[in-house]
């Protein structure tokens, strides 16, 4: 028995067409799961897939911050490719606005994304019908920001903050199920997202990130193998717990 194996478990994954998302699909089909692959862009949806191994994965685009929608895509999940084993929340927004240009719509947009939607799909998810008889793994997708603060991400500070404290709740309160429920909270991860953005920074201020990061910026496997651990029975005595994995960042 390998006890970090995944093989055959059935694993939904929000975010699934870039970044972290995109590898956690990748990654958990090479370790011989079954994927649901949720995100907005068909197109790159499909290249993830393309990426893959196995054949018994199902791709579902929608906007998951039309959170009315969430049931219906779980139901479709579970018809397609059997009960839940395991959940990865990788969906979410980021961006840095001080507090002058944010109001009340712009909260609600990080909200819903980086908390309300996976808290949601959680819901139905941890009905009976819906997960492995012998339980199952959530993990949430926070940020180092969470417990962090830093100029102009009051929304995206914020935001994180509530979905880690709020796993802590939901792990209690879905204990007795045998489902767990953790999140991952990365530092800077060298994703697309990042590198555009550091193109609108002057190359002096991409160091001064980098030499914040004792080990260097994170590569998307190091968190995909971080959520791997999270999913398999490995971990079957960890829930609601944030793990830090930013390459020595917070602990300066």
Same mark, same amino acid.
């Given at each position: ?112 994304? !980086?908390?309300?939607? $996976? *808290? ?5 998810? %941890?009905?009976?019908?819906? @997960?492995?008889?012998? #339980? =199952? +793994? ?73 030499? !914040?990061?004792?080990? $260097? *910026? ?5 968190? %995909?193998?971080?959520?791997? @651990?999270?999913?398999? #029975? =490995? +971990? ?17």
């Amino acid at each position: 028995m390998n006890p970090f194996s995944i093989s055959n478990k059935h694993i939904l994954i929000t975010g699934a067409s870039s970044g972290i998302g995109r590898q956690c699909a990748i990654t958990c089909s090479q370790m011989g799961a079954k994927v649901t692959l949720l995100g907005r862009d068909e197109i790159r949806l499909r290249e993830v897939l393309s990426l893959m191994e196995g054949d018994e994965h199902l791709i579902l685009v929608e906007d998951i911050s039309i959170t009315s929608h969430i049931k219906r895509l779980v139901e479709t999940s579970i018809n397609s490719l059997g009960k839940v084993d395991g959940f990865i929340h990788a969906a979410g927004i980021e961006g840095t606005l001080p507090i002058n240009s944010l109001n009340e719509e712009k909260y609600i947009a990080y909200f819903k994304i !980086n908390v309300i939607a $996976g *808290f949601e799909f959680i819901k139905y998810l %941890a009905k009976k019908k819906n @997960f492995n008889n012998k #339980g =199952a +793994s959530f993990v949430l997708l926070g940020s180092v920001m969470g417990t962090l603060g830093e100029p102009g991400k009051v929304a995206y500070c914020s935001s994180k903050g509530a979905l880690v404290n709020g796993v802590k709740a939901l792990a209690l309160e879905l204990s007795s199920k045998n489902i767990r429920i953790n999140s991952i909270s990365p530092g800077i991860v060298e994703t697309p997202m990042t590198k555009n953005a550091f193109e609108m920074l002057p190359k002096e201020s991409v160091e001064i990130l980098r030499r !914040n990061h004792p080990l $260097g *910026f994170g590569k998307p496997e190091d968190i %995909a193998n971080s959520i791997l @651990f999270f999913l398999s #029975g =490995a +971990s079957k005595w960890i829930t609601g717990t944030n793990l830090i994995i930013d390459g020595g960042y917070s602990a300066k």
